[in-house]
């Protein structure tokens, strides 16, 4: 038996195809969600894909947060659900308060489309097992609204708990405080990242490499032993 | 109808790219003389009934829940006569 994943599509969301198949390479069975129904299918795990939800209107992920399919969401998740939150999907994590900080414009104002190399820093979380500590890996990032930002009281506890799980190498793409692309919750459940794993999970497209497809087999191997 | 005008800004500690470049041009356009820009938002609510403080109080909860993000925006709430 496999496990069962679920890819939220808002209106606006542009990445829910590539996290439904990346999902499905890895061995899962991949399951739609739509934002309008609260009902999470009885999938295993959620992905919040990324895109511009509801046009990143007031801010981006504010309105999606809101979403009847976020009230499950939120939860499911408080009760140990995982959930990856990735580009749009990481700024509706932190609207939605599962994750601390928030995402803002990038601090050069332009859009920003790269092959990006990162460092995973915590391997203990839902979606990076099958990672290495310190590994380097290089996937898609592509945002407008990629800055992370938080209050030093909370980058430190990010820090001194392992939680900032993902950060930028060789260049900062977006101003984010500390390199950080991507952070935990303290149980390991919730994980939220700009980049985009969910885009380098074949060789023949995104990056040539399958960098991304360790946050599909790891969730995929935690469900499937639990 | 009563009006209730929600301003929100970004924290003074939280950089404002926008801004800066809004800053930035000004110079150039022939207006000196200002060292500094902070772009915000501005919502008007139209209120349906009296501006008690109870409307106010529901209003407070919208903008702290909703219009903006207190983790990096602070919010101002005004009646306008």
């Given amino acids: 038996m496999t496990a069962r994943i679920g890819v939220v599509t808002f209106p606006g969301t542009l990445d829910d195809q590539d996290a439904l198949r990346a999902a499905r390479l890895a061995g899962a069975e991949p399951v739609s969600l739509w934002h309008r129904d609260k009902d999470l299918k009885q999938v295993d795990a959620v992905v919040l894909a990324g895109g511009f939800s509801y046009g990143d209107y007031l801010r981006a992920g504010a309105i999606s947060r809101f979403s009847p399919v976020m009230e499950t969401i939120i939860e499911q998740a408080k009760a140990g659900m995982p959930v990856l939150g990735i580009c749009n999907g990481f700024q509706i994590l932190t609207e939605a308060h599962l994750l601390p900080g928030a995402m803002l414009r990038n601090n050069h104002l332009h859009f920003i489309c790269r092959d990006q190399k990162l460092r995973v820093e915590n391997t203990g979380t839902a979606w990076t097992s099958d990672y290495t500590e310190g590994q380097e890996i290089e996937v898609p990032l592509k945002n407008m609204d990629g800055r992370y930002v938080a209050d030093e009281r909370v980058l430190d506890e990010l820090e001194a708990e392992g939680r900032v799980a993902f950060r930028y190498l060789d260049v900062n793409p977006n101003g984010s405080l500390r390199d950080i692309a991507g952070i935990t919750n303290a149980a390991g459940n919730v994980v939220g990242l700009m980049p985009h794993p969910e885009h380098a999970v074949e060789p023949l497209v995104g990056t040539g490499k399958t960098d991304g497809l360790g946050f599909f087999t790891s969730i995929l191997k935690k469900l499937v032993n639990a | ?81």
């Fill in chain 2, 1 to 81: 109808m009563a009006r209730v005008v929600v301003d929100v800004m970004l924290k003074p500690e939280i950089l404002d790219p926008q801004g800066q470049a809004v800053q930035r041009a000004l110079p150039r356009l022939g207006f000196a003389g200002i060292a500094d820009v902070r772009q915000g938002k501005r919502f008007e609510l139209e209120v349906e009934g009296p501006v008690d403080d109870a409307a106010l109080a529901r209003i407070h909860e919208m903008a702290e829940t909703f219009l903006a993000n207190t983790v990096i925006e602070d919010f101002v709430v005004k009646v306008e006569s």
